[in-house]
């Protein structure tokens, strides 16, 4: 069988031999404590830093600490716009209070492009022809779309312009010439 180095090195003595010299070298302890009364450990001295490793030990210093502030710097950005998306939101939920204008027994289909897809509303005959005229508006809500008065609609659009799907110009009067809404584009 193979020893390994080790097993060789302590059959031939010489780590054994080696062990006994470090010991020799070593101070013996003193009674009082292994480094007498209230003096540290000796530690040997390391060699003095050249300009040039504490130029760049400085370096890394300041980078460090710049580093730090910018990423502070960026949560607290983060976490202000955070709040100030979410007083927006509440402002809209407050605004669409008791605003809607959806009803459940609308039979008409009202189609409208939004977030570069074609969307639709459920709306009665009364609610086509204002939403055509530029009377009422649609608004984008917790990924539904509520209908509701143009002044709601122009409202939320100052608070939070990507919300409001839909509010036909009413100078253009909504309708072209060929009968279908200016907003699509078929």
């Known amino acids: 069988m193979v020893d390994s180095l080790r097993d060789q090195l ?63 710097r960026a949560e607290q950005e983060a976490a202000e716009q955070a709040r100030l998306k979410r007083e927006r939101k509440a402002k809209v939920q407050q605004l669409l209070q008791g605003q809607t204008l959806n009803k459940a027994e609308a039979d008409q289909v009202r189609h409208f492009e939004y977030g570069g897809k074609i969307r639709r509303i459920y709306v009665d005959a009364a609610q086509l022809a204002e939403l055509n005229a530029g009377k009422l508006g649609i608004v984008q809500n917790g990924g539904r779309y509520v209908l509701v008065s143009q002044a709601v609609a122009k409202l939320i659009s100052e608070i939070e312009p990507n919300l409001v799907a839909l509010l036909v110009d009413a100078s253009s009067g909504g309708i072209g010439e060929d009968g279908v809404p200016d907003d699509l584009m078929w």
Do not use: W
């Open 10 to 72: 302590l059959k031939s003595g010489i780590v054994k031999q080696i062990k006994d010299e470090k010991r020799q070298q070593q101070p013996a302890p003193r009674p009082g404590g292994a480094h007498g009364k209230g003096k540290p450990p000796h530690k040997p001295e390391r060699p003095a830093r050249s300009q040039e490793e504490i130029d760049l030990a400085k370096a890394y210093a300041i980078r460090a600490h710049t580093e730090a502030a910018e990423r502070k």
